[in-house]
């Protein structure tokens, strides 16, 4: 019986049964394979990283002072407002930076 043989016919199964067969078959690949613990990269956090992820982008001091002054400038409500509608006012924009 073939790959596909198979998957059709447990597609042709009632919703429940199906539900069944899958449980079983990953049981069945958890009993083969046991489950191995991630191992997460090791890398030094930056914790004056905002970024909750820890996105190294905010590493760069001079990315979150950028980032602060606009935000102090929106806050006092003296910079200029740019709305951006199509794909080529953004390349328009970004080229001009």
Partial sequence: ?????????????????????????????????????VKKPKCKKNLDNPSPSGNPWYDDPRNVAILDEAIQIAKEGKGERTVLTSKEEIREFLANL
């Fill in 1 to 37: 019986m073939t790959t596909a043989t198979i998957l059709k016919t447990i597609n042709a199964l009632p919703t429940k049964e199906r539900l069944n067969i899958i449980e079983q078959v990953i049981h069945t690949i958890r009993l083969e394979e046991p489950e191995k613990p």
